[in-house]
Every structure is written in structure tokens, then in C-alpha cells.
């Protein structure tokens, strides 16, 4: 083998060096900044998931978030004609001896004074972006934490809703430069399902 076609050779790899260099390199940032994003948006969940629970812990010690919340358990019709269950009675002691209340839902926002103590504990914990508006308290009937002409005492449920999330790797044109074609969709804001966690109300006072 001479000298011209050992140089010829060489010339002849290092094209193919670059022609793979080219294909591979769009492929591993590809992988690289999936990996990268895909990681933050799993942190972001357990985080949110974290924020519920903070929040719905934070809401039933607290006045409530929303207007027309009952104040005082009433007995149901039933309930006045029950001479023998004085004040106090517990309402799954007998059917109907209280009236259900209505049960009330309302939007974060933060002319609340609750709402305003509460994202102040999360907001560190949810994606850029989260609003006080992202909760939702709602504020349910159940018998079986209400006393007859006691203090109100709803099941707290607060839910986390229209949380995005918003990727920083141009994901989309990566794939697009790796598969040789247009259009993908990838890392576009992505938008997490509803979560929600219920408490029975400790002190709405």
C-alpha cells in the first residue's frame, strides 16, 4: 500500500467521521434534553402532589376560603320534632336529625386571608406560572363529624387544577433534526391532571 492511498484512505474516514458526527449528534441532544426535561416534569408533579397535601392540612385549622360556609350544624325538620336529642346529639345517632348543608366551592384568590397564608406555604413548591387561582376549596356535608347546634364541620377537600408546565429544550425541532421530518409537537406546555386531598375541618374559627 503507498503513500497516496493511505492519505487517499484517510480523507475517505474522515468524511464518514462527520457524516456520522452530523446524524448522531441531533439524536444524543435529543435523548439528553428529554432526559433533562422529563425529570423536571416528574419533580414538578411530586411536588404539586406535596402542595395539596400542605395546603388541605394548612385549610382545615383555618377560616374558610369561600363565602356562605355554614357557621352552626341545624337540626333538619325531622330533627326539631326530636325532643330527645338535645344539643350536642351527634348527627349519625339517628337519620335526618340534621340538615345537610349545601356544599360550597369557591377559587383561590388572594383578598382571602386563608388562601393568601396557604399559597404563601406552596408557592415555592408548584411550576412557574401557579396562580393563587390553580386552588379550589370545597367545603361538603358529612354527619358524621357534626353535632347538633355545634360549630360547623365540613370535610375540607382542596384540589389543584390547570397547572402548567412549560419545557425549556426546544424538544420539538430536536426531533424534528433527528427523524428528518416537521412538525412535532414535543415540548409543548403540558398541562398536569387535577389533583385534590380531603381533611375533616379541625378548627374553622
Known sequence: MNLRHIKS???SDDGSVLVEFAIVTPLFLFLLFTLIDFTRLGYSKVLAEKA?????RSAVVRPVACENVPTVTQR?????LALDAPNGTPCNSRQNLCRAADTVSCTGTLGNATVANIWGRIKP?????AQPENLRFTYSFDEN????GAPYAPMVTVEIADLQFDFISPLGKLADLASGKSGST???SFTFASMSASLPSE???
Open 125 to 129: 413548591l408548584m411550576p412557574t406560572g
Open 52 to 56: 395539596t397535601q400542605i395546603a388541605v
Open 186 to 188: 414535543l415540548g409543548q
Open 145 to 148: 363529624l357534626n353535632r347538633v
Open 76 to 80: 333538619s325538620l325531622l330533627g326539631v
Open 9 to 11: 484512505r484517510l480523507r
Open 203 to 205: 378548627d374553622l374559627r
